[in-house]
DNA sequence: TTAGATGCAAAGGGTTTGCAACGTC
DNA sequence: GACGTTGCAAACCCTTTGCATCTAA
């Protein structure tokens, strides 16, 4: 899981991985910095974002986007699932339905109400798969 | 699926629809933007971006990001499903494993490498669905 | 000692919005 | 004719980055 290992744990590291351990609210960055700040008042919004993405390539802690902070238009508006190639950044659908399946599954769990299901993968497709080979 | 009506068809409407429909390279909107210029080289991308925001609430077409454009980030690096309430914006975790049935059907049907599986489910938590009930 | 981390502030980049003119129904 | 839509440009807002200073190992 760790892909890239932290050489220094510094106090903000470490007050910013503390906030984050310590909530299941899946917060922004912001209300990691407004937190941290009740300890290291003067923490920078620099010093949080760029150790949020530190942590989350060494595995720490993941981050919740569609692989980048803009968005991607399909004009297929059914639900299916999506492949995102990590090295070409193309998008593929993929043909299977598991979708009315999974949301029975999470409504029976928690008791919400699930209007949508979104499944997406992440990894290297065929093309790219097979240039590494040539490489 | 459409939640609300288009009202009117526009040529810069319909354009960027066609666009749309007419790939699956699951664009952003900087590239329906040149393409539609294709046709129309006056539009504006203030144009496609309301286009775009009013395709999707009318269902026509979907929207590829996590809510919004901005992250959240998880204490928990490990893969576990996502409850993302669309009415007081609260993240769950949901405590199921699908994940790993998922990826290997996923490389199954596809010859893809998944490394990443995400599962993400949108809707209405229990807090809400009770507070609309008092409503 | 020194490579990596921080604070600060400015820059970046995708997206939204105010407004007057325009076009669809 | 009325009201939604467009073009344009400025504003927004989250995120990144340059630089001098500091600090963990």
Redo the contacts with the bound molecule.
Sequence with gaps: MANKS????????MAILNVLRSTTSHP???WVYAHVRGT?P?????????????LRDAGEIQEL?YG????RFDGNPTEHPHFHCTSCQRVYDLDFDAETELAQRAEKISGFKVERTRLEFEGVCADCLNSKKRE
């Design positions: 932290l050489t220094r744990m510094t106090r903000q590291r922004t960055a912001d290291l003067k923490i920078s919004l620099g010093t949080v974002y760029r150790n949020l993405n530190l986007t980048s902070n803009f968005s």
